[in-house]
């Protein structure tokens, strides 16, 4: 008969759960932090994919501008339509991005193919929360559509006579990012300030 020492011994059903249960724990942390990185990552590419509609539009608020101080006749057009939306559109932010054009009346977006201005009068404002809204805040120039992207205008008086009288164009965007509680919006924003000639 041989005798079974206990240095030959297995495991015991306690040691064995207590092994289970330290790799589940390490497990589902390293998990928890892997599914962190991916929606910090999701983010961090929605921002710069709305910072760069938000540049589109600025650089084509730019470009009228400066054909319109050139004396180019279609320059002249949009910018007035431009201008004299001035004052007359406002989003005041609560916990909502706006889910249809008359939350934001008075506000326009440029179309970035052509640098024409879509406003009222255009069905161009799409709510980002509908089922066919992209993930992020974007104007699509196939569909003639801005999702949750819009421009403000804003008229600042000069100080003095001898100071031309400015425009500022507030770009505004407003989307529900990755991770985030469906409640609360992501938003950017970046202010155009612009001088009559």
Known sequence: MQ???RASRGDTIIEVLLAITIFSMVAVGAL??????????????EITQVRQQIDSQAEMLRAVHQAY??????????WDSMTAKADSASFAPDNSCPSELSQISG???MNT???TMLD???????AI??????????????EGKAYGLWIETTRE?????????AYDFRIRACWFGAGLNANTPMRLETLVRLYEP
């Open 3 to 5: 005798r079974i020492t």
């Open 32 to 45: 928890t932090l892997m599914n962190q990185g991916t929606s910090s990552a999701q983010r961090a590419l």
């Open 69 to 78: 101080t050139a004396d180019s006749d279609e320059a002249k057009t949009v």
């Open 107 to 109: 506000a326009f977006i």
């Open 113 to 115: 193919t052509n640098a």
């Open 120 to 126: 009222d009068s255009d069905n161009w404002f799409a």
């Open 129 to 142: 929360s509908s089922a066919t809204a992209p993930p992020y805040a974007q104007f699509v120039s196939d």
């Open 157 to 165: 008086s000069a100080i003095d006579d001898r100071a031309p009288d």
